[in-house]
């Protein structure tokens, strides 16, 4: 399959080998390419990202090693410029092959895509700000790369990375850098990312698979009707990757104010009937139905919809609940009655995106039992 392609479908990630990196330092110095690419493939990649650039410790034969033990389409990785540069990633193995825009201008891009073209390469065209985004979009790149780290500084900044992600329409989009957690993943999948490229964070773990199928493992786990920042830090640090809180009027856990989590996170605000402006990463938007909350809800990031929010009616039980989330296209999060007795059978029935539980989880409302939030995200994870 060529690289393009196996990026088309759902959402998915590009993995990465490499040894160090400038920002990081080392982080496998003695890693086996062919190895990890196998390990790469068990773990559920798409496509396979290796530097051959000496400052992150690569060579051409780690592209040698990995063709020759994976299947996986190859995207050769560094700083290439001339043509020659392309033969020698397509004769290496390489599917595709980075062009990075701040090292090259829109004349040079345009003769290397090309080139890459008549080769039988495809191209990651890969852009840090609106500016180069721009030169990509133009220049008819079909996959984009945009990149949280400042390759001059090594600063990331994932919310400017996500807001140029959402930019992009009719092209392949990458989210590249800064991926650490799932809903970190998540959060790009959401803004429109067809893919992440990850790298630091899968070499560093014992099994780069195993790490690179956690991070793309669903459903998410969700905690929501958090009212104390203890609660807050208890489901985080269990493992929760969405942390939920209620700002309806007449709920029993209502916060007047979303507290503080980490960005290992994502904050979602939940409305009913009306909503206000939050820096929540989502909000989680119910209906009105009389003096309750209409049964189900959507999810939103910025204003758009991008999920289906599958609950129960208000105080009341439906046999029917599983497969009415069953029968629903698209993202599903699944709600209602859930705990960590049953949400494994849900989970096999339904193939969720994500599970949301609130009252299983607390000592009385509003206020959790610790250990039940342990044996929720356990149960669900």
């Known amino acids: 399959m060529r690289f393009e392609d196996s990026l088309r479908h759902g959402f998915g990630a590009i993995a990465e080998f490499k040894r160090r990196s400038p920002s990081a330092g080392d982080l496998r110095p003695s890693g086996d390419p062919a190895e990890v690419a196998a390990q790469y493939e068990r773990g559920g990649a798409r496509a396979m990202s290796v530097l051959v650039d000496e400052r992150f410790g690569g060579t051409w034969d780690d592209l040698r090693a990995a063709r020759a033990a994976s299947s996986l389409p190859l995207l050769a990785k560094g700083f290439f410029s001339a ?57 008819g790149a079909s996959v984009v790369g945009i990149n949280a780290r400042d390759l001059s500084s090594f600063a990331v900044d994932r919310a400017a990375q996500l807001e140029l992600v959402a930019r992009v329409r009719g092209h392949i989009v990458i989210a590249e850098s800064g991926i650490h957690t799932r809903a970190q993943a998540a959060a790009a999948e959401l803004a429109g990312a067809n893919a992440v490229l990850v790298g630091s964070s899968l070499m560093r773990a014992s099994d780069p698979g195993e790490a690179l199928a956690s991070l793309l493992r669903r459903p998410l786990v969700k905690v929501c009707g958090l009212t104390r920042q203890e609660d807050v830090d208890v489901a985080v640090e269990t493992g929760a990757d969405l942390v939920g809180f209620i700002l309806a009027q007449e709920s029993p856990r209502r916060t007047d104010a979303l507290l503080d989590a980490p960005d290992t996170v994502l904050r979602v605000a939940v409305f009913v009937g009306d909503q206000h402006d939050t820096d929540a990463d989502l909000v989680q938007f119910y209906a009105r139905e009389g003096e309750h909350r209409s049964r189900d809800a959507v999810l939103l990031r910025r204003g758009e919809e991008v999920a289906k ?73």
């Open 83 to 139: 043509p020659e540069h392309l033969r020698t990633a397509r004769d290496a193995g390489a599917d595709a092959a980075l062009l990075l825009l701040r090292d090259l201008d829109d004349a040079t891009t345009a003769a290397l895509m090309q080139e890459a073209e008549s080769l039988g390469l495809d191209t990651l065209v890969e852009a840090h700000d609106a500016a180069e985004l721009d030169r990509a979009l133009a220049l």
């Open 309 to 381: 929010v599958v609950d129960l009616p208000w105080l009341e039980d439906d046999p029917s609940h599983l497969e009415r989330a069953r029968s629903t296209d698209g993202r599903v999060m699944l709600a209602g009655g859930l705990g960590p007795d049953n949400v494994r059978r849900a989970i096999d029935e339904v193939q969720p995106w994500a599970v949301d539980s609130a009252r299983s989880t607390e000592s009385s409302p509003g206020v959790k039992d610790h250990d039940a939030v342990r044996r929720w995200v356990e149960a669900a994870a």
